[in-house]
């Protein structure tokens, strides 16, 4: 892979988080027609919902196409985010890529929220966890009975739901590929928000299955170092890394060799 020349402009607000491709999904409920947690207040961070015809958001939509011309058709349904250490952005980046494909009323768009440590997705989109993936990985639910509608248009959810005690092996287990591969038959776009790769073996045992890896990396905060142990990890897993997203910057989807 080639190094994509694709910098992004630095955001117009200082200090907001934002580094995320973006897609177009379905206006619907998706094809699980669950119940909304709530109204909700979506974060202001969610830059694709809150201003959908922005420079920003456009940017996003190109990172889409960008992800989409790397992968062949049809297998770059199931997209992960994760980050090499902590809190880098991950989760604001995974939701306005989301949020940015559900823009296409064709696009049927799920996220889940896949990391079991420090769940987010529920609380930027203004929701109650109540069930989601983490009740899935401790029984044979059937996946639809977890899906949500968010207050997002065209984007469906699964949160984060009981976070188990162990979610290192239940992530290990062949649960994942099971529910992973019936997402993928009844969505367009599952994108996936993990825990980051340096501190848990979590996103290790989920990451291949993913389509694509995108690893989101803070400007100035992020050492090279950490990057490049992260990728090496996923690289060793034999997840398909894509490459990185540089946020609180030039916001640009990187080649990760």
Do not use: W
Not at 25 to 51: L, M, N, W, Y
Not at 92 to 118: F, H, M, P, W
Not at 123 to 143: I, K, Q, T, W
């Amino acid at each position: 892979m080639t190094r994509i020349e694709e910098a992004m402009r630095k955001r117009s607000q200082a200090g907001r988080s934002t580094a995320a491709p973006v897609t177009e999904a379905p206006a619907g409920a998706g094809p699980f027609a669950g119940v909304r947690s709530g109204p909700g207040s979506v974060d202001e961070r969610i830059v694709s919902f809150h201003h959908p015809r922005s420079d920003l958001t456009e940017n996003f939509k190109q990172i889409r196409i960008v992800v989409q011309n790397m992968l062949p058709e049809g297998e770059n349904k199931l997209i992960l985010f994760t980050s090499s250490y902590g809190p880098e952005g991950k989760t604001t980046a995974s939701l306005n890529y989301a949020t940015a494909v559900a823009q296409d009323a064709s696009k049927r768009v799920l996220i889940v929220d896949a990391d079991l440590r420090k769940p987010k997705v529920h609380e930027y989109l203004g929701m109650r966890p109540g069930r989601g993936f983490g009740d899935l990985l401790m029984s044979d639910a059937p996946v639809e009975s977890v899906v949500v509608r968010t207050p997002i248009p065209g984007l469906s959810a699964i949160l984060c739901g009981e976070i188990p005690p162990n979610p290192s092996e239940l992530l290990g287990t062949e649960r994942v590929g099971q529910i992973f591969a019936e997402l993928k038959d009844k969505y367009d776009c599952v994108v996936v928000d993990t825990a980051p790769v340096l501190p848990v073996v979590d996103t290790i045992h989920v990451a291949p299955y993913a389509d694509g890896v995108i690893l989101v990396v803070e400007a100035s905060r992020t050492s090279r170092k950490k990057v490049r142990r992260a990728i090496q990890l996923l690289n060793n897993a034999n997840a398909a890394v894509m490459g990185f997203l540089l946020n609180k910057g030039m916001v640009a989807l990187a080649d990760s060799a």
